[in-house]
């Protein structure tokens, strides 16, 4: 009897050890790959409300944005996100964007704050809080700004495209391709994306 | 020789000594102040760079040191945080050379990248990276790299490492021992 005991503590030792590692491996690196089916979600927007990419019955699609209240280079885009949304929401694509970061790290980033901010910049799209930080890491979100592109499809949200918004985040006037613009045009007019996943200058995320 | 007139020479003589003393005083001073002024002067020239212009920095081969090139911004907070490590490594030891590649708002050089490195008296050569075409410089830079701040790159002829995160004292001095012992 005491044998058996060992072994089932044994056994859940080692299980326990196995989980551990398990999370481990799940490191912003390991987040979706373009064509990688994405998660959907379930997190607090701004006004309160919990708000799931399933509840948009008709987009065809999202363009989700991590990003913040703190950091300069978000900041500089909120502009180009606001756009977004207005040229891509009528046309299926809405803009989300989430907050990834812990506001016990980064306090300017805190939900109150958050609602403070999108009244400021009047927001048109949800902000919602990655409470718990359990979405930017499936992801595999690395910085604020970093954009993803889904598409719904049969099997779920597909993503199409990961990375900046353009190449030239710091200086909008610089700017000589839109990468966001770009593929969801060619997803709106069923053409392939001719640039799937890029890099951009961002702040890493708070943890 | 009455004794004023000795008493005189004596204190000419003094006069001359003390005269001589402040002349070198002076002399020494300034040129203490002149060093000073280089130093400074150094700091004031921060050159702005395209990424074809940086590249070469980024692959020195011909010495024996190893390059250490962080890059960062005086708006981002970690990088804020280790840059005095990067600071330390820099002027304690000869062997190192570190390089401060600043990725600030282009417009922002004056008001913001100029007075940070003044203020802070660094030390590490400085350089702004202005060039809107990130997408690609960020890979060739490094192809783990996705262009989150702060991110280092460190090298010899030897080896080559990049590392996309912040460093603690002892984590960056951990890892420069590694390129030490080959």
Redesign the interface.
């Known amino acids: 009897m005491k044998k058996l005991k060992l072994l089932l503590l044994t056994v859940i030792v080692v299980s326990a050890s196995a989980f551990t590692f398990n999370k481990e491996l799940s490191t912003p690196k390991d987040g979706y790959k373009v064509g990688d089916i994405a998660t959907d979600f379930s997190l607090k927007n701004i006004d309160g409300r919990m708000v799931s990419l399933a509840d948009y019955k008709e987009a065809k699609g999202f363009i989700v944005i991590f990003t913040c209240n703190t950091c300069p280079v978000s900041v500089r885009n909120e502009e180009r996100i606001l756009a977004l949304d207005k040229k891509y929401k009528s046309l299926g694509y809405p803009v989300v964007a989430i907050n990834p970061n812990n506001p016990a790290v980064q306090p300017g980033d805190s939900y109150a704050l958050m609602k403070v901010r999108a009244k400021e910049k009047k927001f048109t799209f949800p902000y919602l809080f990655d409470d718990g930080q359990k979405i930017f890491p499936q992801y595999g979100a690395s910085a604020t700004p970093h954009t993803y592109i889904l598409k719904k499809e049969k099997d779920g949200l597909r993503v199409k495209y990961i990375g900046g918004i353009d190449d030239s985040s710091r200086n909008e006037a610089n700017v000589k391709t839109k990468f966001v613009e770009d593929a969801i045009d060619a997803l709106l007019s069923n053409k392939p994306i001719k640039v799937t996943s890029t890099r951009a200058i961002g702040c890493s995320i708070k943890v | 020789m009455p004794d004023y007139l000795f008493l005189y020479m004596i204190y000419s003589q003094k006069v001359r000594i003390f005269a001589i003393v402040c002349f070198i005083t002076v002399v020494f001073s300034c040129k203490r102040e002149a060093k000073t002024a280089v130093k400074t002067q150094e700091n004031d020239v921060i050159e702005v760079v395209n990424f074809t212009e940086l590249e070469p920095l980024l692959n020195i081969k011909d010495d024996d040191k190893i390059h250490v090139v962080n890059f960062w911004?005086t708006?981002?907070?970690?990088c804020i945080k280790e840059l005095p490590y990067f600071e330390e490594l820099h002027t304690a030891n000869n062997n190192v050379e570190v390089i401060l590649v600043s990725?600030d708002?282009?417009?922002k050089f004056e008001s913001q990248l100029i007075p940070f490195v003044k203020e802070n008296n660094l030390s590490a050569q400085v350089i702004l990276l202005d060039d809107?075409?990130?997408?690609?410089w960020?890979?060739e830079i490094d192809a783990s790299?996705?262009?989150?701040?702060?991110a280092t790159l460190i090298y010899t002829n030897a080896k080559r490492a990049f590392y996309?995160?912040?460093f603690t004292r002892e984590g960056l001095l951990e890892e420069i021992e590694k390129f030490t012992k080959i």
């Open positions: 911004a708006w981002c907070a970690p990725l708002f282009p417009d809107p075409n990130e997408n690609k960020i890979a790299w996705q262009g989150a701040l702060p996309a995160q912040s």
